[in-house]
């Protein structure tokens, strides 16, 4: 049975950070890529950033890039996102997804993540 489970979301100011963790059991993670979404109250879920099952390539969608960084320990099962200078409009509920087993493709898709965490909470005060 494929468990993902986020932790780390919590309250902080504007211009704060924050690191989510997501450990993830009964897959072998390594084979996996993984990706972060968001989903904020009464918004679809959207893509956040995702990283190949090898952590050599990621991807970000524009409005994190050179503020959120996306990275993986497969030793641990863990994927992180470690968010920087947050804004208000980064408030959300924020899953991690794995995709398909030994995909090559990085993808915004959440129809292309097959296992998915039950989220953690981020706000931002302004």
């Known amino acids: 049975q494929v468990q993902l489970v986020e932790s780390g979301g919590g309250l902080v100011q504007a211009g704060g950070s924050l690191r989510l963790s997501c450990a993830a059991s009964?897959?072998?993670?390594?084979?996996?890529?993984m990706g972060w979404f968001r989903q904020a109250p009464g918004k679809e879920r959207e893509f956040v950033a995702a990283i190949s099952w090898s952590g050599t390539r990621t991807y970000y969608t524009d409005s994190v890039k050179g503020r959120f960084t996306i990275s993986r320990d497969n030793a641990k099962n863990t994927v992180y996102l470690q968010m920087n200078s947050l804004k208000p409009e980064d408030m959300a509920a924020y899953y991690c997804a794995a995709g398909q087993r030994l995909g090559v493709y990085l993808t915004r898709n959440a129809r292309d993540y097959n296992y998915w965490g039950q989220g953690t909470q981020v706000t931002v005060s302004s």
């Open positions: 009964g897959l072998t993670f390594s084979n996996y890529p």
